[in-house]
């Protein structure tokens, strides 16, 4: 995209001024509005174990997210993209944010509440109101802990259809996060993973000190800046 903006001088009009001379009146530039929304870095994707699923165990998983301005937030939530007929538990969602430690997940900041999805819910978004400032040039975590009301049975095909993620993070691709070895062409993981099978549905006051990595199957957590 090109960094200029052009007149068009198809819209130029003329006007006599006081002194009689004709000018050119130049219209108002239109500009396009500024995007609202905020996501963690990689590869959006709308198909993945052929049903829009995800990791469907109880777990939490961190999405390092960076800003350039600071600015603030007052939505953050998920999407969902079709229903699923098939599902037959409630699936609840708690997302939160973290500090970052040397790299990993550190300390809750903020706990925005959670959201909730079952077989009634159709293409939508499921959003928290919130007011959450992020610095500019500072490293977060999104934190979305996962839990169903029936973790006896949970395989893949019988979870929410949300928007997911797959690929790698920028952040996690020849830089220090998550890795003891930089490198530039690894594949460096989407998200660390914690508490997977475990997780009760409380956030914790801190992360683990070295979570796994996740590679696939992990939704995508939205944050939308304040207007």
């Not at 007149?7 to 509005?33: C, E, R, Y």
């Not at 040397?102 to 007011?131: C, E, H, K």
């Amino acid at each position: 995209m090109s960094p200029f903006v052009y007149l068009d001088t198809t819209t130029l009009t003329t006007v006599t001024v006081a002194d009689s001379t004709t000018v050119q009146k130049v219209p108002p530039l239109l500009l396009g509005g500024q995007p609202r929304f905020l996501t963690p870095w990689g590869n959006r994707i709308t198909t993945y174990f052929g049903n829009l699923g995800h990791v469907p165990f109880d777990h939490i998983a961190y999405y390092p997210i960076q800003v350039d301005t600071t600015s603030t937030y007052d939505r953050v939530g998920i999407g969902v993209v079709a229903n699923n007929a098939s599902l037959t538990r409630t699936f609840t969602y708690d997302i939160g944010l973290y500090s970052n430690n040397n790299g990993y997940p550190g300390d809750r900041l903020t706990d925005f509440g959670s959201v909730t999805v079952d077989n009634t819910i159709g293409a939508s978004s499921r959003l928290i109101t919130i007011s959450q400032q992020l610095t500019a040039n500072t490293i977060y975590w999104l934190a979305m802990g996962v839990t169903t009301d029936d973790p006896t049975t949970q395989p893949y095909g019988f979870t929410p259809y949300l928007a997911s993620l797959l690929g790698d993070f920028k952040n996690m691709k020849g830089s220090n996060i998550g890795q003891s070895s930089p490198s530039s062409t690894a594949p460096a993981g989407l998200v660390f993973v914690e508490q997977f099978g475990t997780y009760g549905g409380t956030l914790p006051a801190s992360a683990a000190g070295t979570p796994a990595l996740g590679l696939c199957g992990y939704p995508l957590i939205g944050l939308r800046r304040s207007a």
